[in-house]
């Protein structure tokens, strides 16, 4: 349970430097990212992305992670679909930009171990599904 908590946090954090590297003006220049990389996108600037960033991948892997501490089924089940989520994220990403960089790599990697990690633990701990009937 240990590695899946940290897991999340560490993916939360990561989440929340992306979002403040889109969302604060400038930010995402210095960091070596370009408008320009968004010209086959559906919007102009980074904005959308940074608050999917926001929202949906920290928010996610920080309830996760909140869950996973509570000692709450619910976390890892969350945790497993926050990977999904990751992985859809970086593949419409290389849609997209029309690019692939190394840090979209890893980050596709780490979705998988995260995706894998969760799986594993609710496999092996048969943990029940979230909000699911229990027999007395």
Known sequence: MKKLQIFAFVMAFFSLVGAGGALIPGAAESMGVSPELLIHAPFQTFLIPGLFLLFILFGGNLLSGLLLLRQNAAGAYLLAVMGGITILWILAQWVFMWAIFPIQVLFLLLAFGQLLL???????????????????
Do not use: S, V
């Not at 799986?119 to 229990?134: G, Q």
């Open 118 to 136: 969760a799986w594993r633990y609710i496999r092996h701990t048969n943990l029940p599904l979230p909000f699911a009937a229990k027999e007395n």
